[in-house]
């Protein structure tokens, strides 16, 4: 009497990188692996096959846009310049390593400018600092509501002096 050979059919999903050992061999793409294992106490040897199969490769893709002055962690690294940065992300539960790609843009600095005239002999004040002769100032005035700083330019003009002339007889 023929006895019937088992069989045993199993899908394996590899995570890009990643690899998996069947009895003595490693493999790191995908393939379809027969192995034919030996009966024991008289049942027949069972023929396994292995399906391998290659999971997609998770990626994620961030833009981050950030102040002049400012930065940004990623990881265990901080970035001050614009640019592109990728990492990896572990998997967890199981999942595949997900390929993180983060865009890094310098957001622009808000600029103002404004004219002070002002009579010869007076002030004006700016952030708390008094200004007696024409000149330009330049300061910076600190974001609000996430905004980035603003830089202001002030320039300071004497007003003219009213003159008349006057002829008495």
């Known amino acids: 009497e023929l006895l019937p050979i088992n069989t045993l059919n199993d899908t394996i999903a590899l995570c890009p990188g990643g690899s998996v050992t069947i009895g003595d061999s490693t ?5 379809i692996v027969e ?4 009966g024991m106490n008289g049942e027949c040897d069972t023929i396994a096959t292995y399906v391998l199969e290659l999971l997609p490769q998770p990626t994620f893709t961030e833009t981050i846009a950030f102040c002049p002055g400012g930065s940004v962690t990623i990881g265990d690294s901080v970035y001050t310049q614009p640019g592109t940065v990728i ?3 572990p998997g967890i539960n199981g999942q ?3 390929i993180a790609t983060y865009i890094l843009e310098l957001l622009p600095f808000t600029t103002f400018t404004d004219s002070i005239s002002f009579c010869p002999g007076t002030s004006v004040t700016i952030n708390g600092e008094v200004y007696t002769q024409p000149g330009t100032v330049v300061d910076t005035l600190p ?3 996430g905004q980035c ?4 330019t002030y320039v300071l003009e004497w007003l003219p002096l009213i003159t008349f002339t006057q002829t008495i007889k």
């Open 87 to 89: 990492d990896t992300l």
């Open 96 to 98: 595949c390593d997900t």
């Open 27 to 31: 493999y790191f793409a995908p393939d």
């Open 149 to 152: 700083d603003t830089i202001a």
């Open 35 to 38: 192995i034919t294992f030996p």
């Open 143 to 145: 974001g609000m509501n």
